[in-house]
């Protein structure tokens, strides 16, 4: 059920592409069986899809292989990025422009760092930001996932299982969909997951962007009020701003 308006256009989105994306996919994603429409009691269309097994990479974390789990996620977006993206729904706002160009959040992304100064190395910061803001994808669109992230990838005996919620789903640039990299994976299954994944550099320093841009403002908003988010954001800028220099 969409919590806002800003994802009612995503409804109709998913009945229009997951049937034809799990026909190219190797794991399970969402089917959709009915949607709903708007009522005096719910105000928006919404959706009913078919019951998936597993559960959140986020409930397992603290046991799941790493370098397995790189795999895994590799090999689930090297199928979804060759799927024929040419009618696919270009990143805008119906997908908060994942696949789309960072430029959109570049204020938002320079106020956060300004507000987290006091704990975070903002030049680096600023240094990475537009760094990944220099490039952008030179090929043809491919379809993104849009939140590849730990509460959307299900677990089975140690195993990804089913990829789930692909209301940021579009066609654009993939370097969203490496997030990741560096709020989950480290070092080690982190050089894992990028050999899996035929990108250049330019779209890894885009990735950090994305990831930078992202734990920047759950930092600037939760420090003080959830202790969980904000030392998972400070571990992201952690690995953003190391893989950064060892990428130099």
């Not at 795999?71 to 696949?99: M, T």
Request: overall charge negative.
């Amino acid at each position: 059920l969409p919590s806002a308006e800003g994802y009612v256009a995503q409804v109709e989105k998913e009945h229009r592409w997951l049937p034809y994306l799990a026909k190219r996919l190797p794991l399970p994603i969402p089917q959709p069986l009915a949607k709903g429409k708007p009522s005096p009691n719910y105000p928006w269309p919404w959706s009913v899809y078919r019951w998936l097994d597993g559960e959140p990479l986020a409930l397992e974390l603290s046991g799941t292989d790493l370098v397995q789990l790189a795999k895994d996620v590799a090999a689930f977006l090297r199928a979804l990025h060759a799927i024929d993206a040419s009618d696919g729904p270009l990143a805008g706002a119906h997908n908060f422009h994942r696949g789309g160009s960072l430029r959109v959040y570049d204020a938002e992304a320079r106020a956060a760092i300004e507000v987290v100064s006091d704990e975070v190395d903002a030049e680096l910061a600023r240094t990475i930001w537009d760094a990944a803001l220099v490039s952008r994808w030179q090929t043809n669109p491919v379809w993104v996932h849009g939140d590849i992230a730990e509460g959307n990838l299900l677990m089975q005996d140690g195993r990804l299982c089913a990829v789930i919620d692909f209301g940021s789903s579009g066609v654009g640039d993939p370097a969203s969909d490496l997030i990741l990299a560096w709020n989950v994976l480290d070092a080690e299954s982190r050089a894992v997951f990028r050999q899996a994944l035929p990108l250049d550099a330019a779209t890894w320093q885009r990735g950090r962007g994305w990831a930078l841009w992202k734990a920047m403002v759950v930092l600037a908003a939760e420090r003080g009020r959830d202790e969980r988010l904000s030392e998972w954001s400070r571990r992201t800028i952690r690995e953003v701003m190391t893989d950064h220099r060892d990428s130099r």
